[in-house]
């Protein structure tokens, strides 16, 4: 008897678990904007997850085609609620933009004619997740504002150029909100920096996946987030893939059932007493499936750092049948084509250079091999520059190949199988021309442009001065100790553009 009063109390205890804790949730759909595209299902949205969250348990503020005005009494409504809630929620569909980085909401009476227009005419993501910190343990918040917005691209018009980049498509990241609770999780219908689709239905994508799975019996929020990202990937045709980013201490669940606890209570009153612990602070319980999720998402979030393919296929041996294990896929798909193509052109670039035979490869350079080549001094400059290029340094390029410039070549011929002797062969030069040649044809183009600028500093250097004009027989005077000194400037000049020239290699 005792046994069966202790499992009814324990079935009263999970199933009223929900309600023990304290939900309160922030929606708004916006559709009917005034002055920028009318989008079909944001109210749509807002009113199916509205109801999906009271039958969860939530205190549910919602507001349908806000002006700036009510969306601001609303956001305040709910500010006042969440203090202190164990779970506080925002959910928003509508028009959303982000500039230098910061994201806005957009009220459906917004205009933006002006940059200044932005803190007087939107809503500041950053001033909703403020009153989201208030002693609340866990802050769930899901971003169904990344569509298209002509308001965005009117208004990046608008700016100074300087200013217009900052425009972006989509949302930009958003930080975790650290409030020494238990974390928060942040979702977005697609990537940021993306665009979202509306959709065809009555909901779009990703709200339509997230009604699906929200409200799943014994579904933690990260495996619902999981869920609702292969949903939304695969119904549009992979165009558009959620961002999650979660940081949670455990596992936070909005439908935790009995069902799972009951099975057990027979065990023993132990085990019953314990489950129904259990029971009661699930969504600050550590679990595997959290866990899991944590380490894939941490493996993910390595590879696209890297964007190598060793490290996309590392993702897959790890999570073959992964969340991203078909982004992956694509991702190395892409990455291959990539290579194939930069190794043909390479292929087809070796091809138009030099061929370099046995007989070439054997032939030492002599100081003869060299001298018949017939360089002059500026040819040796450019030489050296070429080895200077290809990663071998000779120091300053002078046209005067002493033993660094030696040692130089024989590395060179070194790394090209070449016999290393420090002395050019007609091959080599050829060979030495054709490895370096985009790099030496962009160095010389930037030396010239230096010569340019520093003719035009001796240019201005030697213009004459608007000085008053002095005593005919002074400047012969001085002329004569010169010793026909009006020639002396002409030659000062002379020798500083010849030193100019001379050193334009370098």
């Known amino acids: 008897m005792f046994r069966k009063l202790l499992v009814g109390f324990s079935i009263l205890l999970v199933s009223s678990a929900p309600a023990l804790a304290k939900r309160v949730a922030l929606v708004i759909g916006n559709s009917e904007y005034a002055n920028t595209v009318v989008l079909p299902n944001p109210v749509n949205d807002a009113t199916a ?24 009494k609303t956001v305040g409504q709910f500010a006042r609620s ?13 028009h959303g933009m982000q500039i230098g980085g910061q994201n806005y909401l957009v009220p459906i009476d917004a205009r933006l004619q002006d940059e200044t227009d932005l803190d007087f005419e939107t809503m500041p993501m950053d001033f909703i997740l403020r009153q989201m910190t208030n002693d609340v343990k866990v ?28 425009v972006g498509q989509g949302l930009a990241e958003i930080k975790l909100i650290e409030t020494g609770g238990s974390g928060s999780v942040i ?28 409200d799943e019996p014994n579904a933690s929020i990260q495996t619902v ?14 165009r558009q893939r959620p961002w999650v980013n979660a940081s949670l201490i455990g596992e936070v669940f909005l439908n935790k059932t009995a069902n799972q606890q009951v099975a057990s209570l027979e065990q023993g009153t132990a085990d ?53 294990s078909e982004i992956a896929r694509e991702k190395i798909t892409t990455i ?13 670039s070796s091809n138009d250079g030099p061929q370099i035979t046995t007989e070439d490869l054997r032939l030492p350079g002599t100081e003869a091999t060299e001298a018949q080549l017939g360089w002059g001094r500026s040819v040796r400059r ?5 080895l200077n290029l290809a990663g071998f340094n000779t120091g300053h390029p002078d046209g005067v190949h002493g033993p660094k410039t030696r040692q130089a070549v024989t590395a060179w011929q070194t790394a090209n199988k070449f016999v290393p002797t420090g002395y050019f062969t007609a091959p080599q030069y050829r060979l030495l021309t054709s490895q370096t040649q985009v790099q030496y044809v962009a160095w010389l183009e930037e030396e010239q442009r230096r010569i340019a600028e520093r003719r035009k500093v001796v240019s201005r250097s030697s213009a004459p001065q608007n000085n008053p004009p002095r005593n005919r027989n002074t400047n012969q005077n001085t002329n004569n100790n010169n010793n026909g000194g009006g020639q002396v400037p002409a030659a000062l000049i002379g020798g500083v553009i010849g030193g100019i020239i001379g050193g334009a290699i370098r």
């Open 49 to 72: 997850m509205a109801t999906k969250l009271r039958n969860l348990g939530f205190d549910v503020v919602a507001g349908y085609d806000l002006d700036l005005r009510n969306m601001r």
């Open 82 to 94: 969440a203090k202190g809630a164990d779970i506080a929620l925002l959910f928003y569909a509508g």
């Open 139 to 166: 802050q769930l918040v899901f971003l169904d504002a990344c569509r298209d917005n002509p308001l965005a691209r009117s208004l990046a018009r608008r700016m100074s150029p300087s200013r217009s980049a900052t």
């Open 187 to 214: 979702a977005f219908s697609t990537s940021p920096g993306d665009v979202a689709l509306d959709g065809d239905g009555q909901n779009s994508p990703f709200t339509n996946a997230l009604l699906k799975h929200i």
């Open 225 to 238: 987030m999981t869920r609702v990202t292969g949903d939304v990937f695969n119904e549009t045709n992979r």
């Open 272 to 324: 019953t007493q314990s489950n129904a612990s259990t029971a009661a602070v699930a969504p600050s319980v550590p679990a595997n499936a959290a866990l899991a999720w944590e380490r894939e998402k941490a493996v993910w979030d390595a590879a696209e750092g890297t964007g190598s393919k060793a490290a996309y296929e590392a993702y897959l041996r790890a999570y073959p049948t992964g969340t991203f």
């Open 336 to 348: 291959t084509r990539s290579a194939e193509k930069t190794q043909n052109v390479a292929s087809a």
């Open 382 to 386: 450019e030489v050296q520059a070429r």
